[in-house]
């Protein structure tokens, strides 16, 4: 198996090297693992391409290079120029300091790396690791995604649709903010809501006295509804949750149609 792999925290983020390290094992002996990654963080730069200029790239080692651009463009470069003559068999983005769950996965670069492989017409899959109080103190705070990500992967690719017509699957997974031994299991769910929490900006003066806003997010510890995927994260397990870049809201079109006839 070839494997591309991307993240969106940066080419020398930790998260990178438990993913190359989850994707050797999925390749085995046989297969090949490329790393196109973010030369500095992307977080928050959702499906963004550089369009309107170009975007640099130096190789850092044997099949590994970062690039001066968004995740969703270091797919295109992996795709299109790296591996233009060993297209790969899977996308892999990840995993994410923090989780991608509810609302963040409107933001997320991580999100945004395995969008463009479906876009493309390959598998992809997104990973997170929700930080915690059970996890974030921890010598090893990935540890759930690093000893459960190559299996969950293996249900994931066994059960995706063999022919898919339109925009194809992808699919957001994030680990729970626990221990490996303390994950209960995975479990497919949707998109949640996180009631009364979003992003907000806080403004800050400079020495010059110059106002600046920084981003703020919301509290990460509100779950979501049942059978979502942070309630699912924050009482334990993984959750997968299968996505399409179609962004059209069907069940109100037919409402719609009615309201233009």
Not at 36 to 42: G, I, K, R, Y
Not at 52 to 63: K, S, V
Not at 223 to 246: C, E, F, K, Q, Y
Request: net charge negative; aromatic share 6%.
């Amino acid at each position: 198996m070839r494997i591309l792999v991307t993240n969106d925290d940066g080419i020398n983020a930790p998260g990178l090297r438990v993913l190359e390290a989850i994707a050797a094992e999925l390749a085995g002996e046989d297969g090949t693992v490329w790393t196109v990654a973010p030369a500095f963080e992307q977080s928050g730069v959702g499906h963004k391409i550089s369009y309107t200029h170009p975007t640099m790239i130096a190789q850092m080692g044997p099949r590994r290079w970062a690039a001066e651009g968004s995740p969703a463009d270091c797919v295109l470069a992996g795709v299109h120029e790296m591996m233009k003559d060993t297209t790969p068999d899977l996308v892999l983005s990840g995993v994410n300091r923090g989780n991608n769950s509810a609302e963040n996965a409107l933001y997320s670069g991580t999100l945004g790396g395995a969008m463009e492989g479906a876009l493309q017409g390959l598998p992809a899959i997104a990973l997170s690791q929700y930080y915690g109080p059970g996890n974030r103190q921890a010598d090893d705070p990935f540890e759930a995604a690093a000893v459960h990500g190559a299996a969950t992967i293996r249900r994931i690719l066994a059960a995706d649709p063999p022919a898919q017509e339109g925009y194809r699957l992808f699919y957001n997974v994030n680990f729970p903010p626990v221990p490996a031994a303390e994950v209960r299991g995975v479990r497919a769910v949707a998109q949640g809501v996180r009631p009364g929490t979003g992003f907000s900006v806080e403004p800050h003066l400079s020495p010059a006295g110059r106002t600046f806003l920084w981003v703020r997010g919301g509290d990460q510890s509100i779950p979501t509804a049942p059978d979502t995927d942070a309630a699912a994260n924050l009482d334990g397990w993984i959750s997968v949750t299968p996505m399409r870049a179609d962004l059209t809201c069907h069940d109100a079109l037919s409402r719609m149609k009615d309201a233009f006839a």
